[in-house]
């Protein structure tokens, strides 16, 4: 058969490549009036001054490369965090930052031997960002999950020797904190705990840490081995942006800046971000206003029956009464509610809903209430 045929082609494909499974993201329809509460986006726009700043750079100044080095906005990201910009690493979503973080500091399995695993492990807490495990198999390495307690709470590190699945020399472990998807929070002080215990790269993804109460940024400036990972998308309202960067020791991004892009953040980008950074009193004012709807959601649903978790992010995780969540997910599609289900067991319980508009909540509230018997 050539390989110039549509199915020699396919043979062509590597095998690690055809075996594996891509993520899935939430749904993006465009269906019209459908309240879409299921990517965890913002539910405000990103500040007028943004809008004005993104609509003036659109010239014939586009024909140009941007900023190889995203200066000025490692610059103000440096200041933001009291650090230096050589702390400072920016990458085209923060997806792009976690994908890069394996490619420099996991080997695929296949180029270690079994007396070495470690340097080939990726593991995780979980459940968390679903995404790991497919950038840890993409690049050919061990993929590891490692249960969170029954809570979603982090265990501690005595836990975790005597779990015995938790490997403290692996070359790289993600916490989702505070954690997605369910939303729960943890203190710095339980996060530094287990970072000193452990030997390889520990990656801390902080992407809803603004919807939190403490944040471990300092971690990543006291521990040359912390990374944390941040993102423009949610609490700034960026998502169709791209910008996500990682707080880290200096030799770390010097790591990621050799195997980059030379352009890895598009120009508009950089732009947005550098403004949304003039305009942080903006952005807050949407926390505060989503961290009240959230807890109006949380009180009202639990009113109304549903096992609400405690969350420090934009979303809440919920069991519903009755019928089995699956169900209330086609329930609320059938109103043009969209949330998120996930099918693998202990998530399945659960509907994961992204705090939306006042308006957005109510007909959410609206729908469930007609689906509830008095
Ligand atoms: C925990 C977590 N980390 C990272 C990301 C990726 O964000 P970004 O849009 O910056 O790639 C997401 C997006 O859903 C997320 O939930």
Redesign the pocket.
């Known amino acids: 058969m050539s390989s110039k045929s549509p199915k020699g082609i396919a043979r062509l494909v590597r095998p690690l490549v055809r075996r594996l499974h891509a993520y899935v993201?939430g749904e993006q329809p465009k269906v019209p009036g459908l309240i879409k509460l299921n990517?965890?986006e913002n539910p405000y726009p990103p500040a007028p001054a943004v809008l004005r700043a993104i609509r003036k750079a659109v010239d014939p100044r586009l024909r140009l490369y941007p900023d190889p080095a995203a200066t000025p906005l490692r610059q103000k990201l440096a200041q933001l965090h009291n650090c230096s910009p050589a702390h400072i690493f920016v990458?085209?979503?923060?997806?792009?930052?976690?994908a890069l973080l394996i490619r420099a500091f996991v080997e695929p399995a296949a180029a270690v031997p079994a007396s070495r695993r470690s340097r080939a492990t990726v593991q995780y807490l979980w459940p968390?960002?679903s995404?790991y495990p497919v950038l840890a198999q993409t690049h050919g390495a061990l993929a590891r999950p490692v249960p969170l307690r029954k809570d979603f709470d982090l265990p501690t590190p005595d836990e975790l020797r005597r779990g015995r699945r938790w490997d403290f020399k692996a070359a790289l472990s993600f916490i989702?904190t505070p954690n997605?998807p369910s939303g729960r929070g943890y203190t710095t002080d339980t996060l530094e705990e287990l970072c000193r215990a452990q030997d390889g790269i520990t990656v801390l993804?902080e992407?809803?840490v603004d919807f939190a109460e403490a944040n471990a940024a300092e971690l990543a400036l006291r521990h040359p081995h912390v990374v944390v990972?941040r993102?423009?998308?949610?609490a700034y309202s960026l998502?169709f942006q791209?910008?996500?960067y990682a707080i880290a020791h200096p030799e770390v991004v010097s790591a990621l800046d050799t195997i980059r892009d030379s352009y890895n953040v598009n120009g508009l980008g950089q732009l947005a971000a550098e403004v949304t950074l003039d305009h942080l009193p903006y952005y807050q004012r949407n926390f505060a206003r989503i961290i009240a709807s959230r807890e109006r959601l949380h009180r009202e649903l639990a009113g109304l029956g549903w096992r609400v978790l405690p969350s420090q992010t934009n979303f809440l995780l919920a069991e519903p009464p009755g019928p089995p969540a699956r169900e209330w997910l086609e329930r609320l599609r059938e109103k043009l509610i969209l949330v998120r289900w996930f099918p693998t067991p202990p998530l399945n319980r659960y509907l994961r809903i992204t705090i939306g508009s006042d308006p957005e909540i109510d007909a959410l509230l609206k729908a469930v209430r007609s689906q509830t018997k008095p």
């Open positions: 993201p990517t965890n990458g085209n979503g923060s997806d792009e930052v976690l968390c960002y995404l989702t997605a993804d992407a809803y990972t993102t423009f998308s949610k998502c791209r910008v996500g």
